[in-house]
């Protein structure tokens, strides 16, 4: 007798082939057989009407630190996500000094879920959230600019040994069970940082048979520049490459789509195995300080917030981020006041408000400037994309779905509580951008074989029993930007490695997630 049996199911395999009516039983954290009449089970589930999938995958994930808060998150389980990568954009909580763990809090604490940041190593990162219990399956990257953090601090300039401190450091965290390497490269200390030095990191990962991702140098004026720089990076360090919330962005970029799209497919036929995630919304969310010029940040927090006191260094950033048309001039002109929406700032009367809305008659840029000088970590929501590039991006095989998702508390963007279900509401069952067996390959195996997800993504005898049973005619989220932590619709069961973790709907309030080190299951 099976464990469960999830009967008369619309069975999606992950794989992408079409769908079929079928049973799927499952033993233990195994699935047992997916076919016809597989007989009795302890509990068995009537899934006539529903479709049942492989648990999804998100492989853009700022969870790092959720599975240390109070209280099980099920944000990710009531989206039929059974498993998150973290450590993007160059931002892993690991490994980090006294002193880098300090500069940590002040550049990218809101990260952090209300957590203590404190020096670790990667394997004891690793073993921390273990040890708290993450509500989903965790595997974490190495960042970038944690590991610059560590072995330079906040210079721009390498110091003697330092890139050799980086290595030692990357092939640590590999051997600990980091995924692969991360890099935010339009963030301080990695905007700092120019090819030879990626490779070098990229290299350790090679040796370890990880994978590179890339929050890329920019994604508008210079998205061209910025995919080669990747493709160079995955080329000459032979690694496998992931691009990170694949975007044409600014009004001034619209309509390059394409272009992204193009470059990926040659890179592909030159012999880079190079693909890419995306979120379906047209805002974008990151820190506030994102708008400014790259180099105000340089030299640490305090001397960047005293650029922000020096009225004629605040005109000369303008100039900057005026003018320039590459990636040193920040996103201040890819968007406009009314796109710019904060979510997060120590002044309250500031969070839920455009820029626009908040400077009334006064000057935005002085107003930005004035906002970020009083909370450098403020987050934002920012509206920087086309409709049709996103739909177009989508339509690409290679272009899987990562939410990059905040903290669920608070106004975060509404990709945290309802990416995935949007995703296929949306995109899938009302506009029909993909089909359902691509959409659902998108968000399982697709995924899974690019960050060597063993045993999961896919249905079939011997796989992971982490399973999503939605109903394909009620699924969506209809969170919004002004009220984002909507719950979403139509994701019925979600099962971990077996165990029922949402049950009718419902989530069971049991932390059944494992930290998936690489290499392992």
């Not at 007798?1 to 079928?22: E, F, K, Q, S, Y």
């Not at 009449?37 to 009407?49: E, F, K, T």
């Not at 991702?213 to 994604?219: A, G, K």
């Not at 998205?223 to 990747?230: H, S, T, V």
Request: aromatic letters at 6%; proline letters at 5%; one cysteine or more.
């Amino acid at each position: 007798m099976h464990d469960l049996l999830i009967r008369g199911a619309l069975v999606h395999d992950g794989l992408g082939n079409p769908a079929r009516t079928a049973d799927v039983a499952i033993a233990g954290d195994r699935i047992a057989a997916v076919g016809a009449s597989l007989g009795d089970a302890r509990r068995v589930i009537d899934a006539d009407g529903l479709a049942v999938a492989p648990g999804f995958i998100d492989p853009h994930a700022h969870s790092d630190f959720v599975p240390l808060m109070d209280e099980p998150q099920p944000f990710k389980l009531l989206q039929g996500v059974t498993t998150e990568v973290v450590g993007n954009c160059g931002f892993s909580f690991a490994p980090l000094t006294e002193e880098s763990a300090a500069e940590a809090r002040l550049s990218f604490g809101d990260l952090a879920a209300g957590a203590a940041i404190e020096a670790s190593t990667f394997a004891e990162y690793l073993a921390r959230v273990e040890a708290a219990g993450p509500t989903n399956h965790i595997s974490a990257l190495v960042g970038h600019n944690t590991l610059r953090l560590t072995a330079n601090g906040n210079a721009a300039k390498l110091a003697d040994g330092a890139l050799d401190e980086m290595r030692r450091l990357a092939a640590e965290a590999f051997e600990a069970g980091a995924a692969g390497l991360s890099t935010g490269l339009i963030y301080i200390p990695g905007t700092y940082s120019d090819r030879d030095e990626v490779v070098a990191l990229a290299e350790v990962a090679h040796g370890f048979d990880r994978l590179y991702t890339s929050h890329m140098r920019d994604e508008g004026p210079a998205l061209e520049e910025a995919l080669d720089e990747a493709i160079e990076i995955g080329r000459r360090a032979r690694v496998r490459v992931q691009i990170s919330h694949c975007k044409a962005a600014g009004t001034a970029s619209h309509g390059k789509g394409h272009v992204l799209l193009d470059k990926v497919h040659a890179a592909r036929l030159d012999g880079v195995d190079i693909r890419g995630d995306q979120y379906p919304y047209l805002a974008g969310g990151t820190f506030l300080n994102a708008l400014l010029p790259a180099d105000v940040r340089d030299g640490g927090i305090e001397v960047f917030r005293a650029r922000l006191r020096d009225p004629d260094e605040v005109e000369r950033l303008r100039a900057v981020a005026t003018r320039a048309t590459d990636e040193t001039a920040g996103l201040w002109g890819q968007t406009t006041p009314e796109g710019v929406l904060v979510n997060r700032h120590a002044d309250p009367s500031a969070v839920g408000r455009t820029l626009a809305q908040i400077a009334g008659d006064r000057d935005p840029w002085l107003v930005v400037c004035d906002l970020i000088e009083r909370d450098p970590t403020a987050m934002m929501v920012v509206t920087i994309m086309d409709e049709e590039d996103v739909r177009t991006i989508m339509r690409d095989p290679l272009i899987g779905v990562g939410s990059d998702n905040g903290i669920p508390e608070g106004l975060d963007h509404p990709r945290t509580w309802g990416c995935f279900p949007r995703f296929l509401g949306r995109y899938v069952r009302e506009l029909g951008v993909v089909d359902w067996p691509e959409a659902i390959r998108k968000m399982t195996s697709g995924t899974a074989d690019q960050f060597r997800l063993t045993g999961r993504g896919w249905l079939g005898p011997g796989a992971i029993a982490d399973v999503c049973v939605f109903d394909p005619e009620t699924i969506g989220h209809d969170g919004t930007y002004e009220k984002p932590d909507v719950k979403p619709t139509g994701i019925e069961y979600v099962f971990l490695a077996g165990a029922v973790v949402v049950d009718d709907g419902a989530f069971s309030g049991e932390r059944r997630g494992r930290v998936i080190r690489a290499g392992s299951v």
